[in-house]
């Protein structure tokens, strides 16, 4: 798609009322239904199709994910786009978050879109869905110390199911519960041995 501006015909910095008059009055221009007995029929759908998009687009603020990229594009989305998804996690607004990554078409999905899904999946408590996202971004670019880090992380304090909080365990020792285990276990070989590590048990 072309740039979502350019098709509306006003500048990035246009205000939500510019930006709206300019689709009303493209909208009126290119109706189809201004084209019905025209051999331009055709043409004007396309062009309005085109309109739409762009304006849902703009409006949605999610420009990016339209498969317009800007200026010095590398393959991957904008800064912007990610931004807002990390935007709108921090304001704990996982759903939005999660409807612009999911609006970008999956042959472009790259690291940080598979990192920032797998903090999605995170924060929701989903750790097993959040780790293959982690393992994902990790293994596309694993010079990238937020997503080793974040990969490493979950690796060590995963325990195969889901958790019941989005805070992030940091904790990387044993557990109260693994060490009483580990002691029950050397008190059972201490007697099997004749010796007695925990008399009272």
Known sequence: ??????????????SK????????ELARKYHPDNYADSPLAENATRKMQEINEAYDAIISGNESASGYAEPGYNGSYS????QQVRAFMQQ????????????????????QWYYLKGQVNYQRGWTDQAYTYFAAAY??????AEYRHAYENLSQSRSGGYRTSGVHNTSRGSSGCDLCCG???????????GGDLIPCC
């Open 1 to 14: 798609m072309r740039d979502p501006y350019e098709v509306l015909g006003v500048p990035r910095s246009a």
């Open 17 to 24: 009322e510019q930006i709206k008059a300019a689709y009303r």
């Open 79 to 82: 800064f912007d786009s990610y």
């Open 92 to 111: 704990g607004q996982l759903d939005e978050a999660e409807r612009v990554l999911e609006g970008m078409p999956a042959g472009s999905r790259d690291a």
């Open 139 to 144: 293994k596309m670019n694993p010079g990238n």
């Open 183 to 193: 002691l029950l276990c050397a008190d059972s070989c201490c007697e099997c041995m």
